[in-house]
């Protein structure tokens, strides 16, 4: 089976945590976000949490970017049964716009 993007856009940081979408096909999941508009002094968390049943998330995957130190952020595959929801949190530096995609496999 082929990877497909199963949901994509754009946010603008608000400096809490942004949910960009919980999709619930059964599958692996990646989660890609473009930080090339990072500058010295942002700091970035990405969040994947599995769904574990129709309405209770656990952490599976935490990644911190500072600055630009990568111009683009994938995470680890995470197989789900249920679904995912992936978030993004600025909390330092100037709120910058992020377009990002989740792939499903």
């Known amino acids: 089976m ?12 608000t400096g809490g ?10 599958g692996s999941y990646a989660f890609w976000v473009d930080t090339n ?3 010295l002094g942002d700091y970035v968390t990405l969040r994947v949490y599995y ?3 129709g309405t209770n998330y656990r952490l599976a ?3 911190s970017y500072t600055s630009s130190q990568f111009k683009a952020a994938v995470t ?3 197989a ?18 992020y377009p990002w995609q ?3 496999n």
């Open 37 to 39: 508009a990072m500058a």
């Open 102 to 104: 989740i792939l499903v």
């Open 80 to 97: 789900a049964f249920t679904g995912v929801r992936c978030s993004l949190q600025q909390t330092a530096g100037t709120n910058r716009a």
């Open 61 to 63: 995957f935490e990644g």
């Open 51 to 53: 769904q574990v049943d």
């Open 17 to 26: 945590e942004d949910t960009l979408a919980s999709p619930t096909t059964n």
């Open 2 to 13: 082929a990877w497909t993007v199963t949901n994509s856009g754009t946010q603008t940081a």
């Open 76 to 78: 680890p595959f995470i």
